[in-house]
């Protein structure tokens, strides 16, 4: 959630068209980051707003867009999951973000798959070894669709709930880590839809791919399964701590988790067991035994971990405490230090600071300040060494999305529609206050003197000069 450009905007109006370089028309319900890359724009929605009529009804939907102008290049459609609402939320489309990296983008669709993509779509032919791109558009029992140039070339798919036995829940609100040839993605599993069950409690929490062929190479074995109080929702982040590559993974139980990263691939037929180097408590306090007995119970039940950790300078930043629909009403963004081996628990933790009463943001640190929202509508701005506040800010409304860093700014989006822009320092300096018609949920993004916001039904790239 920090952006290297600059040359953004620091005013701008949707209404009156100020600094406005393009905007299109998405879904009717986006929650996914937009990710750009080589002139391209890559989002996730819903098909609340149909580009090709031969697909209609509720789908994952994934944009291919021009980043000059926001022109449509292509779309990946996936059909949701039947029956069961629970696993696949209706309405809701693709959440996740993409990852990009030369010809291919990786992304996690809406019924838990890591589809590895074309980066041109389907207009330079049908390249493999994926090559059922016209039956897995269809609806389950229906006959295929014709295949187009603006459909998605699918060239790789793992399907987590048929391959490691996942049970999604929800959604599938995970993104993917890429690392060398090495994909990581947590699993988002899940309870069934009366919350008190887990159906696959031996399904394993963080696995890893091979990026080039999706061929399954390790998993952990935490046993982070059986011990989900609703779903998985953070996704990996990797960092660099005296001289190990670590990988750290927030699970559905509350705890963070590090393992050393993957250094060479097993042999074909073998899958490894990721080494765990340590674990962290974010909520030590929280009943571990019979957790069902909880649901519904908003003072004493498990955390959540929504949002990724972060790592930054030798520090992990981490925010538990971020289920608003399950657990109790109460949060933190906790600092831990990564060197230990074990339990860390208590021999780990620097600082650790309150919200409320939930908070599914990632952090955004900076030149020594932490930026975080939660979902009382507040933005606060931390010291990084010592988690004591500089400042906050009040806002009139929930706050989903994370803040962005960018070009010496701090933009932070509401539920309500607001745009808030800060001067991104230790002193509260209100820049702009832009207000648009629809829910932000998803988080601003910045990209080549760009900067990108997406509401429920539209995407927005704004750009100082005429």
């Not at 693709?94 to 809406?110: F, K, L």
């Not at 490894?272 to 908003?298: H, K, M």
């Not at 820049?431 to 932000?440: D, E, G, S, T, V």
Request: charged share 20%; aromatic share 10%; net charge negative.
């Amino acid at each position: 959630m920090v952006s290297s450009t600059t040359g953004l905007p620091a005013q701008f109006d949707p209404n009156t068209g100020q600094n406005v370089r393009w905007v299109t028309e998405l879904g009717t319900s986006t929650y996914s980051t937009p990710a750009i890359a080589r002139g391209r724009v890559f989002v996730g929605t819903n098909n609340g707003n149909p580009r090709n009529p031969a697909h209609r009804g509720d789908r994952g939907v994934m944009f291919c867009l021009d980043e000059a102008d926001g022109r449509f290049h292509w779309q990946l459609l996936v059909p949701k999951i039947p029956h069961d609402p629970y696993q696949d939320c209706p309405g809701v489309g693709i959440t996740s973000t993409a990852v990009i990296e030369d010809d291919r983008v990786y992304i996690v669709s809406n019924r838990g798959e890591v589809l590895c993509l074309d980066f041109h779509g389907m207009i330079n032919g049908n390249t493999g070894p994926f090559r059922d791109e016209a039956r897995f558009l269809a609806w389950r029992g229906s006959d295929p669709v014709p295949l187009c140039d603006t459909d998605a070339d699918i060239v790789w798919c793992y399907d987590m709930r048929h391959e490691v036995g996942i049970r999604t829940h929800d959604s599938a609100n995970v993104s993917v880590l890429l690392h060398g040839d090495f994909l990581y993605t947590s699993t988002p599993n899940g309870v069934d839809r009366t919350h008190r069950h887990i159906p696959s409690p031996e399904a394993p929490g963080l696995i890893v791919l091979d990026r080039h062929t999706g061929r399954l190479l390790a998993q952990d074995d935490t046993g982070v399964g059986a011990r989900i109080f609703h779903s998985t929702f953070s996704s990996p982040s990797l960092g660099e701590v005296d001289g190990r590559t670590l990988v750290f993974y927030g699970g559905a139980d509350g705890l963070v988790y590090c393992f050393e990263a993957l250094r060479k691939a097993p042999q074909p037929g073998e899958i490894s067991t990721l080494r765990l180097v340590w674990q962290f408590d974010c909520d030590p306090n929280a009943p571990r035994e019979r957790i069902e007995q909880y649901q519904g119970n908003r003072e004493i039940s498990p955390s959540s971990i929504i949002a990724p950790p972060v790592f930054h300078q030798g520090r992990v930043y981490v925010v538990a405490g971020g289920d608003p629909w399950h657990g109790k009403r109460q949060a933190w963004i906790q600092c831990i230090d990564p060197s230990g081996t074990g339990d860390i628990t208590s021999t780990g933790k620097i600082w650790s600071y309150p919200l409320h009463p939930h908070s599914t943001s990632t952090p955004a640190v900076q030149d020594g300040l932490v930026f975080i929202t939660d979902f009382s509508g507040t933005i606060h701005c931390l010291d990084a060494a010592t988690g004591k506040p500089h400042w906050t800010q009040q806002t009139k409304d929930e706050i989903w999305s994370s803040p962005l860093v960018a070009d010496n700014k701090l933009y932070v989006g509401t539920r309500g529609g607001e745009l808030w822009v800060f001067d991104a320092s230790a002193t509260r300096q209100v820049i702009h206050l832009a207000r648009f018609n629809r829910p932000i949920t998803a988080s601003p993004v910045a990209a080549n003197g760009t900067l990108y916001v997406t509401t429920s039904n539209r995407l927005y790239a704004f750009a100082a000069g005429p």
